[in-house]
């Protein structure tokens, strides 16, 4: 109990100067809850809405896959006499076909796209009595003819569509307009899919392409009838063949759920990983408080030791504080963690995915994951500095609080650093000399961990000759306090390095995603320079209907125009050895468009008559040479003997691995009905004419929005744009480590002002005025500052480095330092620092100077 009370008294009595590592505690835990509960109201989101949508038993297909679209852009589908013979199954209460495609597009009157923003489906099928589970019609009627459509709430919303408003669903079979005479609610939530239903009939002559035909039969189970038990009727009704997928309500739920859930967990661990970060750089922030905690107490300790207290004692005083403060900033970080959920699901609403609070989720594991991991991160922490004060002897009562045993870093942990640092150098330059990608990320990944906990171990060791440097260009300028700044940074090395550190880290983060991501677009642009020699390239979310195929070919002011279509097969070898994967069928102009070097034979003769081209990985890994037969079985047609005529390089991140045949030749294995429709379209102007076909090709495509038509300059800008919004993101979430970094250095000024009190004091008193004084802090931690941001900035562009290396194995061979980038930030960290300073020199300031001096 003395040793509880000691250290609740020793708690409230330094609660101010522990408040910095509390927020930095709250600020993480907040993270990883506000992580958890997000992710889990999604799936909550979701579960709902499946469970909803999914009858008792569905019937669909055998080849029907929710995860992947049809190649054709037709739903696979069966025939209406399954529906027949499904109603005839015993138990069964009712069964009705249902149609619908997620390979459509809606527009309004102003030719305005409906489709989600957030990369939710449009979906397109027939009104259907199952559809009232999960809706209800609010406004009109459900349609009723080829010219009527009911479009859902929440699109009608988001759009200002009104009854009477005409849609155009954009389809491979067509265009078909009609008004809307209804709009349907949801009784659940919708994530952000745009839906618009039709009658039955209109619904399989326009999505499907011939009547007679269902995608799916939604069946209802009759009074005392189980989901299993009606599964295993409707199975026998349909004579128990494998024509079909036939699942129970939860089955189905469970498959949607997966699905789903695969995404979800990308976004959840990846979201975890930013906050492990941020507890990382805590961590520091949490080891710099404590250690100067206990330096400041080295009297009130030693006196502990001399009445009694054993070392147990005074290191469980210490750890009980570090327990205090980690549940306090715990259970802070759980109710900010919720806020944070919250507005992500406000954020994630604006950008078209709708999420409300009524689902919102916070299990019972979330609060105690999150006060857990508090807790433990912060006693760990503060074990190092508890040990110390254990080792406190009663001699220490004699001195001055604060002693010089943590002056120098110690020889061992300078070994220790050199040694981890080595090894981690050696494994970049292991991973940036494989030969094979896949070979060297986990050498890379060793790398990065090895040379980040060196740095971290050998950071007082560099402190030392780095903040020289710096105050050197930086400080020198400003005379004796300048120098008084620099002494003061060099005074304790340990606590320089660890608050250098916390900073180094996310700043290193920040300078190899920097170079990875300037090295892409650089070597995506070099490629697109010498290898494309297309003028324009026409693709969107959806392939490219007949109708909008038709439009650019007629396109004037074109030389030419490739068609370039994908297709699942499966390929045997010469070797023998069958594999699944895409083949490439496209116009012979296609060798023009997209220019590739060949290991092999000549590319022109792939677009013979029975010929392929495959890439040189896979002719190495099967043997395959010029002159082989290949046997490719189409998924959507029939087997091919097709002759090898050339081999290309692998060397390119442009269609790598591709394996080319012409259009012809698909045609001839491939029913018409069943040939996909083009994945992406190339063209080229006539000579002098390429700003007049640009224009044309533009007005062409205006009524097909979902369709973007680029130059090679609209499309290194759209590359450019991708990779900026990627890395913009991926920088928002490393600025929560960098504020748990930059609270750090306030917190190790707001400190080092207490322990320095006398100090102040004495010099105020011999002429130092408080402009002087702030001065001095100020630059203090401006030089912290950029020692980190050195460290880290350097550090970081190795990684890169490295990281393209392994790049350039897959054909992005550029590397591109973004100097201007890396520059903004080392400036930047100085203005962390300014900042960072303001409260502790204000603070120091303010001092009363007699008071100060007179402090023990």
């Known amino acids: 109990m003395t040793v509880l009370r000691t250290s609740l008294r020793n708690f409230f009595a330094h609660k101010g100067r522990m408040a910095l590592s509390a927020v930095a505690v709250l600020l993480s835990v907040a993270f990883v809850c506000g992580t958890l509960v997000f992710t889990d109201t999604m799936n909550t989101t979701f579960d709902k809405l499946f469970a909803a949508t999914a009858s008792d038993v569905t019937v669909s297909p055998r080849t029907s896959d929710v995860n992947k679209a049809p190649e054709s852009g037709r739903p696979e589908s069966m025939p209406a006499s399954v529906l027949e013979r499904a109603r005839k199954a015993k138990g069964v209460k009712s069964a009705e076909g249902g149609v619908s495609s997620m390979n459509v597009t809606v527009v309004n009157g102003r030719n305005e796209n409906m489709g989600s923003s957030s990369g939710a489906p449009t979906i397109a099928g027939n009104w259907t009595k199952n559809d009232l589970r999960s809706m209800e019609i609010t406004k009109g009627h459900a349609p009723r003819g080829p010219t009527e459509v009911m479009v859902d709430n929440d699109t009608a919303d988001k759009h200002h569509l009104k009854l009477g408003d005409e849609l155009r669903t954009i389809a491979v079979t067509g265009d078909l307009k009609a008004r809307i005479v209804g709009v349907a609610t949801f009784k659940v939530t919708n994530p952000g899919a745009a839906i618009v239903y039709f009658d039955t009939p209109t619904a399989q002559r326009e999505l499907l392409g011939a009547t007679g035909r269902f995608t799916n039969l939604n069946v209802t189970a009759a009074p005392g009838v189980s989901d299993e038990q009606l599964k295993g009727n409707v199975a026998r009704a349909l004579d128990g063949t494998g024509s079909f997928k036939i699942q129970t309500q939860k089955e189905n739920a469970d498959e949607n759920r997966k699905n789903v859930g695969a995404f979800m967990n990308v976004i959840k661990y990846a979201m975890l990983g930013f906050a492990g970060i941020a507890f990382l750089v805590g961590i520091f922030l949490i080891i710099n408080t404590f250690s100067m905690l206990v330096a400041q107490r080295t009297r009130e300790i030693g006196l502990m030791r001399a009445v009694g207290s054993s070392r147990k004692q005074v290191n469980r005083s210490v750890l009980i504080e570090a ?15 919720v806020g944070i959920a919250v507005g992500l699901m406000k954020l994630m609403s604006s950008m078209g995915m709708d999420l409300s609070t009524r689902d919102l989720t916070v299990k019972a594991t979330t609060p105690v994951a999150g006060v857990l991991l508090g807790i433990v991160v912060t006693v760990l922490a503060a074990y190092l500095p508890a040990r110390r004060a254990g080792k406190v002897s009663p001699m220490a009562a004699l001195r001055d609080a604060g002693t010089p045993a943590d002056g120098k870093a110690g020889l ?3 070994i220790v650093g050199l040694v981890l640092t080595a090894a981690g150098g050696f494994a970049l330059y292991a991973a940036a000399t494989v030969k094979k990608a896949s070979d060297g990320s986990l050498v890379l990944g060793v790398g990065v961990v090895l040379t980040l906990v060196g740095f971290v171990v050998i950071g007082p060791l560099l402190a030392g000759g780095v903040v020289r440097v710096i105050s050197a260009v930086l400080l020198r ?3 004796p306090v300048g120098r008084m ?22 700043l290193a983060l920040v300078a190899c995603l920097s170079v990875v991501g300037s090295s892409m677009v650089a070597s995506a642009t070099d490629e697109l320079d010498r290898s494309v020699g297309a003028d324009f390239i026409v693709q969107g979310n959806q392939r490219i209907v007949p109708q909008a195929e038709k439009a650019i070919q007629t396109t004037p002011g074109l030389a030419h125009v490739t068609r370039y279509k994908l297709l699942s097969a499966r390929m045997t070898s010469p070797d023998g050895v069958t594999e699944d994967g895409d083949v490439t069928a496209a116009d012979p102009s296609y060798a023009s468009d997209l220019r590739r070097t060949t290991a092999a034979g000549e590319l022109a003769g792939a677009y013979g008559t029975d010929a392929m ?7 190495k890994k099967h043997g395959v040479h010029v002159g082989d037969t290949m046997t490719v079985a189409f998924k959507e047609g029939r087997t091919a003997k097709l002759k090898v005529a050339a081999i290309t390089h692998d060397d390119s991140a442009l269609d790598k691995g591709a394996r080319y045949m012409s259009i012809t030749t698909m045609e001839k294995y491939v029913p018409a009905d069943r040939v996909p429709p083009n994945q992406i379209m190339f063209a080229k102007a006539k000579d002098g004419q390429e700003k007049q076909a640009y224009t044309a090709l533009k007005t062409s495509l205006q009524p097909y929005p979902q369709y973007q038509v680029r130059d090679q300059t609209d499309y290194k800008k759209e590359l450019r744009d991708q990779v900026g919004q990627l890395l913009n993101m991926v920088y928002g979430l490393l600025a929560l480590a960098i504020i748990v970094a930059v609270l750090g250095v306030i917190n190790t000024l707001a400190l080092s002002v207490v322990e320095r009190t006398r100090e102040i004091g004495l010099m105020r008193a011999i002429g130092l005025s408080r402009r002087q004084l702030r001065r001095m802090i100020r630059l203090e931690s401006v030089v912290i500052a950029l020692f980190g941001a050195l460290l880290g900035l350097g550090l970081g562009m190795g990684w890169g480095a490295t990281a393209q290396k392994l790049l350039a194995l897959e054909g992005l061979k550029v590397l591109e330092i973004p100097w201007g980038t890396i520059i903004a930030v080392f400036i930047g960290s100085a203005f962390v620092g300014l900042l960072a300073a303001l ?3 204000f603070r120091a300031g303010r001092m009363n100077v007699l008071n100060a001096i007179a402090t023990d």
Not at 323 to 337: D, E, K, P, R
């Open 323 to 337: 327990l205090l403060l980690g549940f306090v900033g715990s259970v802070l970080g759980v109710g900010a963690g």
């Open 412 to 414: 061992v942990r300078g």
């Open 477 to 479: 300028m400003f005379g």
């Open 485 to 506: 700044a620099e002494r003061n940074a060099l005074r304790n090395p340990r606590r320089t390095g660890a608050t250098g550190a916390a900073l180094m880290i996310g």
């Open 613 to 619: 081209s495959v890439g040189s990985d896979y002719a």
């Open 839 to 841: 409260i502790p020199a």
